[in-house]
Structure formats: structure tokens, C-alpha cells
């Protein structure tokens, strides 16, 4: 007898079973889908989402990058390649007498933790929404400073410009009292 | 030993000498008194106030003399204000307090009056990383400022102090290290303070702006980045290079230099770097023997000739007339057959092998056993002579110049230190400072004299006979008897004219002075007999190789009749033109006249010399190989040339001329196709059937470790030890980290340790009996018709190693002869013109060379001074020479652009 009992046990436990699984099967088939369509479809990111970096510019046109590397050395995957060059009223890249000649990321090592924003003082490197980065060659991973920047914004002029002598001298906005 | 004080600094007894700073004897047990303007190298100034400490001294009963106790212990009395520890010495007794509230306090203010307008820069400044006032901001100054931010004062951030230098006005904390460094050390105040208060400001008034060879050693010393080098500026931050250790190669001194290293996309100078690893600076590296803390500009920019654009990259070989790149194979192939011709493997019999002082000890041996080994003949290319003296006469080992002072003599004959070897120049400056005896002896003034006790002058071509004098008592009389009214009238005895150094009005009447001069030269004499120990320096002032040969041979006999020789701080010193001439002598090359050698020999194997350049009518050999970094006149008229690798991409050794085996390390990979040179002369040598090393440095070093006796137990491991004992105030362990970073805050740079090698000087000889006889030394033989033409030395000239210096070469100026304003009024030549008159300068068997007339005083009568490497080859004085004036300037200049 408790042969027979136990079999009609199981055999009910697993009818219902399948039925709560099936009931949920069925529930999700009328729902609406989470998926998107990818990539003709494309969902917008969280407001502190951190992507691919872009390099900021002034109103002017001026890059805000002085190529000073402290992004560089704040990196912790090594990923970022800074050579600073000589500014001129000649030819003026940035604000002050540095800039950046030379500005590579590697987005293969780029572990997107942020931590060269913190580092700028000059608030040009920052993360941004773009998160398409793939890469069929691993040199195309190395991003350059012409495919960082940003376009010059309306009413800018391209770098280098020419500036008036005894402007543009200071590479770091001038500091306002912070207790102000 | 001087007499020694015990004092107590935050509770830890201290024995100091007496006379020490607080500062040092602070250090000396590990406490870092933190400083700005105290540099060890400098008098203190007392500017920064940033060492301020409290300091009690015992009580003294004025009846007894002795201390007053209380409580079994002297009683104390600590002064009502801080005191400066970098200006104050310690005394018997003293106490010491560094860190308490007090003096923290204090600290805290001095770093925010020091802040107050110094700009937001750390991110773009050249010293952000390494720089003390950053350092000592984190360590002791306050987080925040009670100083309103837009009462900041701005200045200029973009002031050229001159071509090399540049100041940033903002950045300057006003500490003096620059200006101290100018006046006290250099000898060159270019450089002061204008201004008081917070308006004080670093100033330039020499023209052309910071006129100084040593320059660049104030941006190292700066605690902040004020002063920068047109090299670096804002070429790498501290932490993103590797230091590369490495020895000057551009004088005998033998700087000990650091390479700072990095990766790079776009090299600077053009140079062909697409992301290889590229030299950013060059540091001095501290050897309290060599350089000390120092290094001249020449050091610390013409380093750039080896990354310059126009290096040879590939072997040449002579195709149909033309030389054309071959592969290395190909090249030593055909380079041997040239070199055997018709003789069996092994017996190159005629072949001549020439290599200069530009090279590594190891290349020079391999050069000597190919030379050797195929029977030829092998010599120094060198201007100079006397080296085979040395290995008797040199400096002995334990020899520094830093240790000589009262007592010592230092003799210089012949050499305008300050444009041969400038830190040699500053080291012989500092010890007549500290009480040497300096006995300066040149054909003309030189920058020397001022610090000469005995000033001697004598007419060119007579070098050997004053040095003769010094040592040799009856020639000595046989002066003065000369020098008497009297006898005035000997054409001899009034060429030797021996003035004394600090009246300058006795120039002008040498005539009444003579006797007086004379008398000098027998003080001199006396003095240099008498004194404890004796260096003897001896350069190449209006010498060629036999005036240097019997010159070096006078200094010697002078030297060891005065048993001046074999003792530490004793000896002769040569200062040949270029780093390793000393071991080329030492390995076996002698300087050869290459008028004969060249005609004597049907081949020739050239390496790292241009003697067609400087002496285009030398005879030219059949076969000719050469091997080079640039491609010379020489390596022009060569069947085949092979690239070399330049000293900052291998490694090797080199002997200074004060013997010190001292090595260096590759700093960046090779240029494309260029090896070592005594990898190329290795291989050519199997190639012509003989067995040489040619592996590497160290294995060829081991073989002269060997061979050579001077060398004998020499390793490359010796040469790379270091002891602690050349830190400044004795840090315990360089290697420990808090102790680095203390020596940070002194020296402020990355370069100064010295953790790689201090080398080792070379035993000597035993003095042959030969030298301590006096031997009449040769009489004058220049003859006297017309100008006499002497070659003299500047720094900066047209040679291969400095040219592709873009920041040098814009300090090279024009060529120009120095003539005196007599002899130019006889040739018709305007003096004081502005710009200088440009003259024709014609010498016997010379190709006519025009060069700006520079008419002063300071070229003596009768003679024309022609700067070496300048475009006039002149190996050795040539009377008969003369001057014509030419056209103006401008006329010549627009002259010069029409096709010829
Ligand atoms: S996000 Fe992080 S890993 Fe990526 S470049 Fe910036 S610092 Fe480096
Ligand atoms: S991005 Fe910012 S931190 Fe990086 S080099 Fe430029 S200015 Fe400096
Ligand atoms: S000198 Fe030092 S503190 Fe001043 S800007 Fe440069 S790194 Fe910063
Ligand atoms: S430039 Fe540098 S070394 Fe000279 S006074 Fe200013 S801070 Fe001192
Ligand atoms: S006052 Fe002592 S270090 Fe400046």
C-alpha cells in the first residue's frame, strides 16, 4: 500500500509542478519584451553610465586638455598615452603653455573606472555614453586625440588658433576663492 | 680630525664637527629638518625660514666658565624666538628641538606665505612630481590659505633668461639657490635679484641672457619649477622616465650623467623615433670625486647628436664612385679584401688604424689587438701628447679635487680650463677658494687668473721652458738675473714675461714690473717645492702634439723633483679634448703624426674621427674604411664606412684623465642597423682571419682586466660600486626609500643619486729614473716672422658632437681670431667696430679662412688665436701667418650669397 500512495504522490506533485511551470511559459508569452533591437534600436544610458571618453573644448574652440598626464599616471590599467608639446600665440592649442601633442587611450586596457576624470584638472577628459567599441584589429583599440575630441562648438575656432599675446597665459582656469 | 661638540636633537645625542649646521648634524641621525633656499653645496642664506627649530644653550657661570646646573643637569636657556637650523652651527651643549608645536606651527606659516601667489601649475609644471615645495606643502603646510585668492600677484610665466634657460616668474619663491649658485660656485654672476619684497624678481644682465656654461645646474637646483631647460620643458613628468646611468663624453672629466628615458610617438629634433624609447634629459649623477652635484651645459645638451636625424643608419660601400648601402655581410666582406689586397690572411702589413678618444675603452683595445694582429700600426687621433707619461706621473688613485685646500699647490699650464673642462674649471676655483695655492701659467689671460695667487705669462713656444723653471733652481736665478734692468735688453729674457695676478695695472707696465715678475716665478716656485701636495694640470693652449709632448715631459720632471708624485692629491692631470683619450694611452695607442703615418701606410681603418675634416690635405691612403656616426669628410672619402652605435645605445668604459675607469649603460635601443664599435672592429678582424672578442662590453673588459697591468682585477662589478659615504650629509641608505626621499628635498631632481658606480682610478707605475733627472728642457723653435698662429679650445665649436645640438648650436656663435689691437692697427683694422670687422686670415699651406676679428688686450702681441674646430684647421702653432681686412659685414655677407 505505500508503494501505491507514494507513486500517486509523485505523479501529482509533478503534474503540478509542470502546470506552475507551464503557467508562467504562457504568462511571459502575452507580456512585453524586455529585449530591444539592437542596433537599430538603442536604449539610453543611466545618467553616471561611463563609456567611451571624449576630450572637451572650450566655447573658444580651445581644447581643455593642458597634457599635463596626470590621467595618465591616475590610470590604473595603463591605458592612456600623453607626449605635452609647447603652446604658442602662433599656434595655440590649449590655454597656457602646455598641450597635449600626442593623446592615445587604449580602449582594450580601459576598465572604464573613471578614475582620469577625477584626475584632470581641467575637467577635459571625461567618460561619456558611448559604449560601441569593438575591434577587428587591436590597433584600432587605440583611440587618438583627433577621434576623442569633440567637434568645435558653434561659434569656435579650430586648433591651432591664433590668440592675441598675453591672453591666454594660465593652463588651469584661474582659481576663485572656494570658500566663496 | 677637526674638534668634535655633542648636542642633543629631539632627545638623540649627536656628535657633530664643530662648525656643522643644525641642519646637517640633524640629518646626519636621520632627522629631516625641512628646507628650502639650504642647499649642502651653498653658504646658507637664511631666506625661506622654512628650517626654523627651537634651540636652547646651556648657561655659562661668567665667573667660572663652566655651565650652571640645576637638578644634576646644565641648565637651559632656549632663545624667546625660532631659529634658522640652516645658518646656525652647533655648539657644545646644545638642545635642539625639531618637531614641536611651536615649530610646526611655524613651518605651517612660512608654507603659506610661500603659497600665497605661487600659481595652480603642479599639473603643468616641469618640477610637479620631484619638486620640494609640493613635497614639503603635503608634509607641513596647511590645507588651506587665509589669503584672499584674488589679491595673487601674476607675473610673467614665459621670461627666456637666454637660449637655454627659461624662468617662470609666478613659480619663484625667492630663494636664492640661483643667484648663489651663479656668483659662489660658478664664478658667473649672470644672474642676480631685482626688486624687493613680493616684487623681488630673477633678473639676467649679461648679453647674450645667461651667458654661462653651467646654466643648467640652477634648473636642477631650483625647489620649484621656476627655472627650466629649453631642453625638457614640458617634455615628461619625473615619474614617466627611467634613469639611465652614463659618463660624459665631450671632455676629460668624465661627468657622471643620468639619462632620463621614455617612450615617445613623435621624438623631438626630428629624430626618427615612432614610439622607441628616446632620451628626455640628461641629469648630472652625484660623484663627489668627478662632478660632484654639477655638470656644464655642454653635457647636458649636446647629448642630442645622438639622436640626431643625419646619423648613418647602414653600411656604405663605394659602388662606381658613389657610395652606396650594402648590407653588413657585404660591407665587411669587401672591407677586409681592401684591407688584405694582395697579403695572406692575417698580415694587412701596411694598414694604419686610427681611433680617437670618443671611444670606449674596450673599442680602443680591440682596435690596438686588430692593428696588432694584422701587423699594422695603431694610433690615438689625438691633438694632444705627453700620455704615456701618465701611467707614472698621473694622479694617483685617491685623488679629489674637493679634498685639497691650505697646503695644496694646483698648477695649471697651458690650458684655458674654463673652455676645456669647465667643471675641472669650477673644482680648481673652489680649492684656490678654500686656501689652495693656484699658480696659473698661459700665454694669455684666462678666466683662472682671478682666482691665481702667481700668474705667469709667458710667450707661446716657451711652456716647457716655464714649467722647466718652476722646478730648477739655477734657471730660476738665471730669470731674474734676465729680468734685471740691466740686462733688459736680451730679446730671450723679455719674452719671458711674468706678471703678478691682482694689481691689473701691472699688465699694462710689464716693462718696470719685470723684476718684481720674476720674483713671483721664484715664489711660485718656492711655494709649489714647499707645498704638502701638488696637482698639475696641462691642457693644450697654443699646443700641437710635440708642444704638448714636451710640456707633459717638463710637468713630469717638475712633479717628481718635487716628489709630488704617487701620494693621493698629487700628480699630473692631462686635459685632452675628449673623454677617453687617457684610456686610448693607457691601452696602448700613442698619438702618431698622421702627416707620416698616412704616408706611410696603404690602407687606412678610421673610427670615430674626422682627420680629413680637420686637415683636408692630409695624404690619403689606397683603401680607405671608416666607421662613424655621421658621415664626415673622412667617412666621404672612404671605400667603405660602418655605422656605429652611439655611446647612449651601448655600453662600455671610459679612463678620465684622472685615471678613473668609470662605466656606462645603454640608455636607448640602437638605430637601426648601427652595432658597437668594437663589435664592427671584431668582426672585421675575424674577417681578415684574426680572433678577436667582440661579444660584448664586459667580456672584452674582462680580456683587458687581463692584459693591460694598469687594469689588472678591474670588473665590470667594481666599476659599479657605490659607497654611501659620497651622500651629502651621510644619508644611511640611499636605497631606503624615506632616505631618497630626503635627499629629494635637498638636491630637488631625480638624477643626483648615484647608485650605479663611482669607478675606480688606476694604480701607477713605479717612477722611472729617467724622469727624476732634470733634463734641459727644449728650447723655443717657433720662428718669429710674421703672426704667430696658436689653436685654442672653446667649448662650444662646429664639431660633430655638438652641431646637431639644436640648442647649442644657436650658442656656438660666428668663427673669430683673436688679435691683438696693435698688431690689427698694423694690418689696418678697425677695432671696436660693431659688427666686428671680418678679416682675412692667411697662414703658410692653409686654405684662407675669414673670420671676425675679436681685437682686445687679451690676445698677446704678435700672435692670432685661431678656436679649434671652427673651420681653420690648426693642429699646431704656424708662424707666418697674417691678416688682411676684407669687407665689411653686410657686403660680405651679400658676397657670400652669390654662387662662387
Ligand atoms: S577610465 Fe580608468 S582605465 Fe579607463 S582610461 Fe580612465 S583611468 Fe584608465
Ligand atoms: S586630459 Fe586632463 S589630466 Fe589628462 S592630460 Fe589632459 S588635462 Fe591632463
Ligand atoms: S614649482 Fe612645484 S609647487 Fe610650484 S607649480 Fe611647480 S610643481 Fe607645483
Ligand atoms: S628661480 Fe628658483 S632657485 Fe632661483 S630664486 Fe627662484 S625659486 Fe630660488
Ligand atoms: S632659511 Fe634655512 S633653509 Fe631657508
Redesign the interface.
Known amino acids: 500500500m505505500p508503494d501505491v500512495l507514494r507513486g500517486v504522490k509523485i505523479a501529482a506533485t509533478a503534474v503540478r509542478e509542470v502546470a506552475r511551470g507551464l503557467n508562467m511559459t504562457f504568462r511571459s508569452m502575452f507580456e512585453k519584451p524586455v529585449t530591444i533591437s539592437y542596433p537599430e534600436e538603442k536604449r539610453p544610458v543611466r545618467a553616471r553610465f561611463r563609456g567611451r571618453h571624449d576630450l572637451n573644448r572650450y566655447e573658444n574652440g580651445l581644447e581643455k586638455c593642458?597634457?599635463?598626464?596626470?590621467c595618465?599616471?591616475a590610470c590604473p590599467a595603463d591605458a592612456i598615452?600623453v607626449?605635452?608639446?609647447?603652446n604658442t600665440d602662433e599656434q595655440r592649442f590649449s590655454p597656457?603653455?602646455?598641450y597635449a601633442?600626442?593623446y592615445?587611450i587604449n580602449m582594450l586596457r580601459c576598465i572604464f573606472c573613471g578614475y582620469c576624470e577625477d584626475a584632470c584638472?581641467?575637467e577635459a577628459i571625461v567618460l561619456g555614453d558611448n559604449y560601441e567599441l569593438s575591434f577587428t584589429d587591436r590597433r584600432n583599440a587605440i583611440y587618438t586625440k583627433e577621434m576623442l575630441l569633440k567637434p568645435v562648438p558653434a561659434g569656435g575656432q579650430p586648433t591651432p588658433q591664433t590668440t592675441p599675446p598675453g591672453v591666454y597665459?594660465?593652463?588651469?582656469p584661474a582659481?576663485?576663492?572656494p570658500s566663496d | 680630525m677637526s674638534k668634535q661638540v655633542n648636542l642633543t636633537i629631539d632627545n638623540q645625542a649627536v656628535t657633530a664637527a664643530e662648525g656643522a649646521l643644525i641642519v646637517d648634524a640633524a640629518k646626519k641621525v636621520g632627522i629631516n629638518i625641512p628646507v628650502f633656499c639650504y642647499h649642502p653645496k651653498l653658504e646658507p642664506a637664511g631666506m625661506c625660514r622654512m628650517c626654523l627649530v627651537e634651540i636652547g644653550r646651556p648657561v655659562i657661570d661668567r665667573a667660572t666658565g663652566a655651565p650652571v646646573m640645576e637638578g644634576g643637569k646644565p641648565k637651559l636657556q632656549f632663545g624667546p624666538k625660532l631659529e634658522t637650523s640652516c645658518t646656525t652651527p652647533v655648539s657644545e651643549g646644545m638642545v635642539v628641538i625639531t618637531n614641536s608645536e611651536k615649530v610646526k606651527a611655524a613651518r605651517k606659516d612660512v608654507v603659506e606665505f610661500l603659497l600665497t601667489s605661487h600659481p595652480l601649475d603642479c599639473p603643468v609644471c616641469d618640477k610637479g612630481g620631484e619638486c620640494p615645495l609640493q613635497n614639503l606643502t603635503l608634509a607641513h603646510g596647511p590645507a588651506t590659505s587665509r589669503f584672499l585668492f584674488n589679491e595673487k600677484n601674476h607675473n610673467a610665466k614665459h621670461v627666456p633668461l637666454g637660449d637655454l634657460i627659461y624662468l617662470d616668474r609666478e613659480r619663484c619663491i625667492q630663494c636664492g639657490r640661483c643667484v648663489r649658485f651663479q656668483e659662489k660656485i660658478a664664478g658667473d654672476p649672470v644672474i642676480g635679484f631685482y626688486n624687493r619684497g613680493r616684487q623681488m624678481e630673477i633678473v639676467t644682465f649679461s648679453e647674450p641672457g645667461f651667458d654661462s656654461y653651467f646654466s643648467g645646474n640652477t634648473t636642477d637646483i631650483c625647489p620649484v619649477g621656476a627655472l627650466t631647460s629649453a631642453d625638457f620643458r614640458f617634455g615628461a613628468r619625473p615619474w614617466e622616465m627611467k634613469a639611465t646611468a652614463s659618463i660624459c663624453t665631450h671632455c676629460a672629466v668624465g661627468c657622471n650623467l643620468a639619462f632620463n628615458v621614455r617612450r615617445e610617438v613623435g621624438g623631438k629634433n626630428g629624430s626618427p623615433s615612432k614610439g622607441g624609447i628616446v632620451i628626455k634629459r640628461a641629469l648630472p649623477r652625484q660623484n663627489e670625486a668627478v662632478n660632484e652635484l654639477w655638470i656644464c651645459d655642454k653635457g647636458r645638451f649636446a647629448y642630442q647628436y645622438s639622436e640626431s636625424p643625419t646619423r648613418l643608419a647602414t653600411p656604405l660601400v663605394r659602388k662606381d664612385g658613389e657610395l652606396t648601402p650594402a648590407s653588413w655581410d657585404v660591407a665587411l666582406e669587401y672591407a677586409a679584401e681592401g684591407l688584405l689586397g694582395e697579403s695572406k690572411p692575417g698580415q694587412a702589413k701596411d694598414l694604419l688604424v686610427i681611433g680617437s678618444g670618443r671611444l670606449a675603452n674596450e673599442d680602443l683595445f680591440t682596435l690596438r689587438k686588430l692593428a696588432e694582429g694584422a701587423g699594422g700600426q695603431a694610433a690615438l687621433y689625438s691633438q694632444s701628447g705627453g700620455g704615456d707619461l701618465l701611467a707614472q706621473v698621473g694622479a694617483a688613485p685617491g685623488t679629489n679635487l674637493a679634498s685639497l685646500g691650505k697646503g695644496s699647490v694646483i698648477l695649471v699650464v697651458a690650458s684655458d680650463l674654463h673652455e676645456e673642462a669647465p667643471i675641472w674649471f669650477l673644482r680648481v676655483k673652489q680649492a684656490a677658494e678654500r686656501g689652495a695655492t693656484l699658480i696659473v701659467a698661459a700665454g694669455r689671460p684666462t678666466r683662472l687668473d682671478r682666482y691665481a695667487k702667481y700668474v705667469i705669462r709667458y710667450a707661446y713656444g716657451e711652456e716647457a721652458q716655464i714649467v722647466a723653471a718652476l722646478g730648477d733652481s739655477p734657471r730660476r736665478a738665471e730669470l731674474v738675473e734676465a729680468a734685471k734692468p740691466a740686462a733688459a735688453a736680451k730679446p730671450a729674457a723679455a719674452a719671458k714675461l711674468v706678471e703678478a695676478a691682482k694689481p691689473a695695472a701691472a699688465a699694462k707696465t710689464v716693462e718696470a714690473a719685470k723684476p718684481a715678475a720674476a720674483a713671483r716665478l721664484v715664489e711660485a716656485a718656492e711655494a709649489f717645492g714647499k707645498a704638502e701636495n701638488a696637482l698639475v694640470f696641462f691642457g693644450s693652449d697654443g699646443l700641437g702634439q710635440s708642444g704638448a709632448q714636451s710640456v707633459a715631459q717638463a710637468c713630469a720632471q717638475l712633479l717628481a723633483a718635487t716628489r709630488h708624485v704617487g701620494r693621493p692629491n698629487n700628480g699630473l692631470i692631462p686635459v685632452w679634448g675628449r673623454a677617453n683619450e687617457q684610456g686610448g694611452w693607457e691601452l696602448g695607442l700613442k698619438a702618431a703624426n698622421l702627416q707620416t703615418a698616412l704616408q706611410a701606410s696603404t690602407t687606412a681603418y678610421i673610427v670615430a674621427a674626422d682627420p680629413y675634416g680637420d686637415d683636408p690635405s692630409l695624404p690619403a691612403p689606397s683603401f680607405l674604411v671608416v666607421q662613424e656616426l655621421f658621415l664626415t669628410e673622412t667617412a666621404r672619402r672612404a671605400d667603405v664606412v660602418f655605422p656605429a652605435q652611439a655611446f647612449t645605445e651601448r655600453d662600455g668604459s671610459f679612463t678620465s684623465g684622472e685615471r678613473r675607469v668609470q662605466r656606462y649603460y645603454p640608455a636607448t635601443p640602437a638605430l637601426a642597423d648601427c652595432r658597437p664599435d668594437y663589435a664592427i672592429s671584431a668582426e672585421l678582424g675575424q674577417h681578415l682571419g684574426l680572433k678577436l672578442e667582440g661579444r660584448s662590453a664586459a667580456a672584452i673588459f674582462a680580456q683587458i682586466a687581463t692584459e693591460i697591468p694598469a687594469y689588472k682585477g678591474l670588473t665590470y662589478r667594481r666599476l659599479a660600486e657605490t659607497t654611501n659615504a659620497t651622500a651629502i650629509g651621510a644619508a644611511k641608505d640611499p636605497r631606503d626609500a624615506e632616505e631618497r626621499r630626503c635627499a629629494d628635498l635637498y638636491y630637488s631632481g631625480a638624477g643626483y643619486e648615484n647608485t650605479q658606480g663611482l669607478g675606480v682610478q688606476l694604480p701607477l707605475q713605479t717612477l722611472s729614473p729617467a724622469l727624476s733627472k732634470p733634463a734641459a728642457a727644449p728650447a723655443a723653435q717657433l720662428s718669429k716672422t710674421g703672426l704667430l698662429a696658436v689653436p685654442v679650445t672653446q667649448l662650444y665649436d662646429l664639431g660633430q658632437t655638438v652641431l646637431p645640438s639644436a640648442l647649442l648650436r644657436q650658442r656656438i656663435g660666428e668663427a673669430w681670431v683673436g688679435v691683438n689691437p696693435a698688431d690689427a692697427a698694423e694690418a689696418g683694422i678697425e677695432a671696436g667696430a660693431a659688427p666686428a670687422a671680418i678679416v682675412q686670415v692667411v697662414l703658410p699651406g692653409k686654405p684662407e679662412w675669414r673670420a671676425a676679428a675679436r681685437i682686445d688686450e687679451r690676445t698677446p702681441r704678435g700672435v692670432l688665436l685661431i678656436p679649434r674646430s671652427m673651420g681653420l684647421p690648426l693642429n699646431a702653432p704656424l708662424p707666418g701667418a697674417s691678416i688682411r681686412p676684407v669687407v665689411r659685414r653686410d657686403s660680405q655677407e651679400a658676397a657670400s650669397q652669390q654662387p662662387a
Do not use: K
Open positions: 593642458i597634457g599635463c598626464a596626470l595618465a599616471a598615452f607626449e605635452a608639446g609647447e597656457g603653455e602646455r601633442r600626442v592615445e584638472p581641467t597665459t594660465r593652463s588651469v582659481m576663485n576663492n
